[in-house]
Structure formats: C-alpha cells, structure tokens
C-alpha cells in the first residue's frame, strides 16, 4: 500500500476494507513500497485513519533491505567455494560491482602466491553534468583495502604498457607525442617514458590546475605539467598541413 504524500483520504475506503479484513482472514500482511517511509510512521498515519496495525504486519522496502543484503552475503559465505587453479585477480571497470565479488576478490587474494593486477586507477568518468561516475580507481581501491594490498597497475600512469610498445616496434620517445586529457594519467605516463605531452582540455583536467602545479616546487605535481595543450583534439589539424 502506497500513501500519496499526504493527501490520505482517497485512502480512507481502503483502510475501511482492511477493517473487514481483521473480521475473516487468519493473518495478512500490509507491503509498503515507498523507502523513507518507515514502519513505525506508517503505522501512526494508519491509527489517524481509524486503523490499527500493529508493525510487525508492516513489510516496507526499507525493512526489509538490510535483510536482502544479510542474506546474500550469508549465501555467498556459504556457497563461495574458491576454486583452487586461481593465480590471479584482475580489476577493471564493472557497472555491476557488489559486495559479494569483493569478497570473493579478497579471499582468493589472501593467498600470497595470488596475482593482484588492476587496469587502471582513473578515479571518475568525464561529465557534462555535475552528476559523479566513479571510475575504476574506486573499485580498485575499495578491493586493495580489503585484501591489504596494493595492486601492480599496467595501465596509465604506469610505464609497463610503453615500454612494451618501445621494445617490440622500436619507438623513439623523444619523436613520440602523448595526447590525453587527463594529466595524472597520460600526462604523468608521458613524462615518465620520456615523451612529448599534449594536454586535450575537452576532459577531466583544467586548464586552472595545470597552472596551479606549475607554481609548484614538488617534482610529482611537476611531472604533471604537459608541455603543450589544446581547447580540444580537433584543434591539432591545422597544426597537421
């Protein structure tokens, strides 16, 4: 049953009907859809409606949550058989991140021989809007903190994926340029193989925060200074003629 707001009296017939139903039926129980209305108070508006209920007959979506949550971890407790031939847990962006794979990642993790490697830490997507989209870096630290280790990053900012490319197509790093839009990331990863660095304004990092860590006398805010930037990518065409 869904109160509306608080306009109650289209629901006074139906509270009415729940007075007949204490007449013939053995026991029944009264769903509540709405979350932030917790029983006790669906309780109270009921008696203003001339009804009594008693709570424990009050099934709410806000009850009953905790219970859905303790009961999954309960069966993935009892049901989560590792499987022995697991060398390695790998963390990238999942949309359907849960407690239940975290605890899964850790446990295998507990086991020292364990390979524990993420594909980046970004901390958030790119918006337009002032809506926040985690990005993996939150995963990735959220399973760090409960297996007590630190994940070996082959991902940006980390040299490992360069240096691959360096070693198998002979690339020269003074005559390679790194274009990203994210200076903690592809800037750093710019800097640290020895690359010219093109900053993209179009997203993640300013134009304000460049400056301020140019100011700066700490070598890893330094590092992260481009050595060129853009309004955005397309502006490099006509640099290209």
């Known amino acids: 049953m869904e ?5 109650m009296n289209p629901l006074r017939d139906q509270f009415r009907l ?4 204490d007449k013939w039926a053995r026991e029944y129980y009264l769903s509540q859809i709405i979350p932030q209305k917790i029983r006790d108070e669906f309780v109270t508006k009921a008696k203003r409606m001339d009804y009594i209920v008693d709570k ?26 590792p499987d022995p031939d697991v060398g390695a847990v790998i963390v990238g962006f999942d949309e359907h991140f849960s407690y239940c794979k975290m605890l899964k990642a850790a446990s295998y993790l ?30 990735v630290r959220a399973v760090e903190t409960c297996a007590q280790r630190e994940a070996v990053l082959v991902g ?9 490319i360096i070693k198998e197509h002979g690339v020269d790093p003074k005559r390679t340029l790194m274009i990203g ?3 903690n990331t592809d800037i750093l990863l710019g800097t640290r193989c020895g690359f010219q660095t093109m900053l993209v304004l179009s997203g993640v990092t300013t134009l304000e925060e460049v400056q301020q860590w140019k100011k700066s006398s700490k070598k890893e805010e330094k590092d992260l200074v481009p050595d060129i930037y853009l309004p955005k990518l397309g502006d490099l065409l006509p640099h290209l003629d």
């Open 56 to 81: 424990h007959e009050v099934l709410s979506t806000a009850y009953l949550t905790p219970d859905v949550l303790q009961n999954s971890v309960a069966q993935a407790v009892e049901n989560f058989q």
């Open 18 to 21: 729940l007075i007949d139903f």
């Open 181 to 183: 839009d994210r200076c």
């Open 110 to 139: 507990n086991k020292p021989g364990c390979l524990f490697i993420a594909t980046n830490t970004d901390e958030r997507f790119p918006m337009n809007t002032d809506l926040v989209i985690p990005g993996t870096g939150a995963i």
């Open 156 to 164: 940006k900012p980390s040299t490992y994926l360069a240096e691959a």
């Open 3 to 7: 109160y509306c707001g608080s306009k």
